[in-house]
């Protein structure tokens, strides 16, 4: 597969370029630009270039604002709603950082309902930077029905991803971030693109049929993970990122889409708790490394995000292989 | 198998008897014999009166404080602290839970650390209440190491379960409590009791061989459930009950601990949220049962609890079976 090497700062200008070519306003187009760059960088290219196609699609058919003036405000003595505008989540998450860092300190705990966005790529870039400013963040988001409800027959539960940051003092934050589904569904579309067939027990075809042909899961549902237990977690990602902040549920999303290839309509919440509120002030982050020693003392465990943190050495000094037939789409996006 | 018809209010009595017999105050034995009652009118024996010889011994060792005066404190605007005075977790939970509700009320979202207790049983009981006043609670506790972390060779993590609870307008709310083991220690616990061989993937004995043998799977350790996403779950309670609250982890529970059969000391988190103050105000409730029709139209599917909820109902009307074993064991107890 023929691919060329870019530096993140030009992946991002190529991705800046291609949305304010397709109406966003420079700031919109940064902010959503910078999330495509750090998802090359961190070798998660499943939520990188290859999905520009559809975001400018989105604002071609102008179901995503693409010059959207966020509102932060708040709602309760603990909790922010930040209000996209119908644009793309990057910016109203921007924006709402550092007020939801700051209700976090004053309170001990705080939320952030996340209303009124197209979110898209992953949550790990969206809690790294509240656990590098010395939160804890726990966030989540709902999406376009995907996964079955354990027991059931049919796609209900989007792949609803729920996201973990736990701030360190002398190294990154810990973070993880994992889909309700037995794998995130951009490894899906990856495997598509690539002619890989899947392993057994991720999804079934549009019949309800076990299928590892990722093209048939795509058209008909995966399975959560862990059974009901997984399932479970989905639907409470459901609950919090839709009727407990006043949005919608994944079937709800995906009803009122136009179906243009961008991501819906929806909402997220992001809980965001300060450690040296909840009793041991001084203590706490040393504390947490005595786990951490232990994890890593056992052979073949590791840290959650230790191999992003590895890509993102490597991508920082030696650039981002991109396909090029990745490049090639975007430069036919630019005519 | 041998067993007798009880009332729920005379396990409760028995609990409550036995419970004294071994040192317990009035209020903190009826606490405590509560939620044994309430385990095994809702069909979980695992945490009912089949625990009364660990925690009577628990008592008798002087490990647990049978006559805590449980302390509850606002360290931070929405943060509360019980501090339950070694006692046995229910009375400091059932201090605490008011305060919890009505910060919940006030700030939107607050937390409770729950520190200096032996908690045992299961945490639905602890988030049903709280969604019954109308707030979405989530629950964590860890407990003793139980579970190997994701690519290691032995036990780490506690069971750590994950309970949620949903307040619901013209139902009972809606709860989920599941271990982050692929099944509970309980489960485990009884199947031992009753000569049972554990389904395959549950466990490995104490030389890290898969066994479907309860008892060597008690000596060696339990499986996360689904894999790496369940020990991100289980690490996740981990820091949540340990350093965020400044209480121990699970491997130091055990280390302190004196082995006497009843629970060791540790914390929990709850963060309880108030829908109300979310956004919408007036719709969140009806919009939730949305999901839970689309969730219950769909053939096998089921909400969570809802096999607990029928347990209730029987037993409220025809009382609980106990086996004859469980109760000569509490007769010998209270010689």
Chains 1, 2 share one sequence.
Request: glycine share 10%; charged share 20%; hydrophobic share 45%.
């Amino acid at each position: 597969m023929s691919e060329k090497i870019l530096q993140v700062s030009e992946i991002k200008t190529l991705a800046s370029e291609c949305l304010q070519h397709y109406g966003c306003d420079e700031r919109n187009a940064e902010a959503v630009a910078d999330v495509i760059a750090r998802a090359e960088r961190d070798g998660c290219h499943a939520h990188g270039l290859m999905r520009l196609a559809g975001y400018t699609n989105a604002l071609k058919s102008g179901k995503v604002n693409g010059k959207a003036k966020p509102t932060i405000e708040s709602i309760a003595p603990s909790v922010l709603r930040a209000n996209g505008d119908q644009g793309y989540a990057p910016l109203a998450l921007a924006l709402a950082r550092e007020p939801l860092i700051a209700t976090a300190r004053k309170q001990g705990i705080a939320a952030l309902a996340l209303t009124e966005t197209h979110h898209f790529a992953a949550l790990w870039g969206e809690v790294e930077p509240i656990a590098r400013a010395g939160i804890c963040a726990l966030a989540c988001v709902s999406y376009m029905p995907a996964v079955i409800p354990a027991g059931g027959s049919g796609p209900l539960y989007g792949t609803n991803p729920l996201a973990f940051g736990w701030p360190r003092a002398d190294a990154p934050p810990l973070v993880f971030d994992q889909a309700s589904s037995v794998v995130a569904r951009g490894e899906v579309m990856l495997a598509a693109r690539e002619g890989r067939e899947l392993a057994p027990g991720i999804g079934v075809d549009s019949e309800g049929h076990p299928s590892n042909d990722p093209q048939a899961v795509l058209d008909g549902a995966l399975l959560a993970f862990g059974g009901h237990k997984g399932s479970s977690i989905a639907m409470m990602i459901e609950l919090f990122a839709g009727a407990l902040i006043g949005e919608c549920f994944s079937f709800e999303a995906a009803a009122r889409d136009n179906k243009d290839g961008g991501p819906p309509l929806g909402g997220e919440l992001i809980i965001a708790m300060d450690p040296s509120r909840f009793g041991d002030a001084l203590g706490w982050a040393s504390h947490a490394e005595r786990l951490f020693e232990q994890i890593e003392a056992q052979n073949g465990a590791r840290l959650p995000g230790d191999r992003r943190y590895r890509n993102r050495a490597q991508s920082m000094a030696r650039g981002v292989a991109v396909p090029a037939s990745v490049l090639s789409t975007i430069d036919a996006l630019l005519q």
